[in-house]
């Protein structure tokens, strides 16, 4: 079954320091994957998706995934975080499912920058 | 500004009476699409439209439709709305280049309160 899993309910780290925040998946077939970021009182934001090619994926605001095959992870990064990084972030995984397509968000990783 | 417009913001309707929930779009961009976000819960994205191609989710349930009349516009209906689709209905476009270059760009979304 299709399954994606965000292992750290909250990451802390300190401003300056990068960042991960961590996801994995378990999918039949090739995955697309996604990671989103909700800030306090705010929409829902695109962050960066990644398809094909290249496994270094280069998104919004300084972030930055690596898909893993091997390891089946999306992992999400920051070389320097920004106290306003601290947000809600989601990882999303889309594959073809019973019945057809379907995507799947984890279930967040609340990250906290402190100055 | 070129922006996701979504009307009303807030719209409250009665069990079982029929919903609309309208999107629209000066971007130009070729995808829309509909997620619904409940309290404290993760996104759930519930279908999208390719141009004219509809996209629907394999588990998102019959109760929920969608129309794409031309580029702009992009409704989600709510057949007989229950208590459980009490939700934010976010809506998102993009332009889509294939591979992994793609943004989504996100309304503010309509909270959906049903009585």
């Known amino acids: 079954a299709q399954s994606v899993a965000q292992p750290e309910d909250q990451v802390n780290v300190a401003e300056g320091n990068p960042l991960t925040v961590k996801c994995t998946y378990s999918?039949?077939?090739?995955?697309?994957l996604f990671w989103y970021v909700q800030y306090p009182n705010r929409g829902l934001q695109f962050l960066l998706k990644y398809i094909t090619g290249d496994n270094l994926v280069k998104g919004s605001y300084g972030f930055e995934a690596e898909f893993n095959k091997s390891q089946t992870s999306f992992h999400l990064k920051k070389p320097s975080a920004l106290v306003s990084d601290s947000a809600l972030y989601f990882c999303?995984?889309?594959?073809?499912?019973?019945?057809?397509?379907?995507?799947?968000f984890g279930a967040g990783t609340r990250l906290f920058v402190k100055a | 500004d070129a922006m996701v417009i979504q009307n009303p913001r807030y719209q409250v309707t009665q069990f079982g009476k029929p919903v609309t929930l309208s999107c629209s779009q000066t971007l130009n961009h070729n995808v829309m699409y509909w997620y619904q976000q409940k309290s404290s819960q993760a996104p759930k994205l519930l279908f999208h439209?390719?141009?004219?191609?509809?996209?629907n989710e394999a588990d998102t349930p019959d109760n929920f439709q969608s129309r794409r009349p031309n580029t702009s516009f992009c409704f989600l209906d709510i057949r007989s709305p229950g208590l459980g689709d009490a939700a934010m209905y976010l809506c998102?476009?993009?332009?889509?280049?294939?591979?992994?270059?793609?943004?989504?760009?996100f309304g503010p979304g309509t909270r959906l309160l049903v009585l």
């Open positions: 998102a476009t993009s332009i889509s280049r294939g591979g992994s270059q793609e943004t989504q760009y």
């Open positions: 439209y390719y141009d004219k191609d509809f996209n």
């Open positions: 999918v039949s077939g090739n995955p697309y």
């Open positions: 999303a995984v889309r594959a073809v499912s019973t019945g057809g397509f379907k995507t799947i």
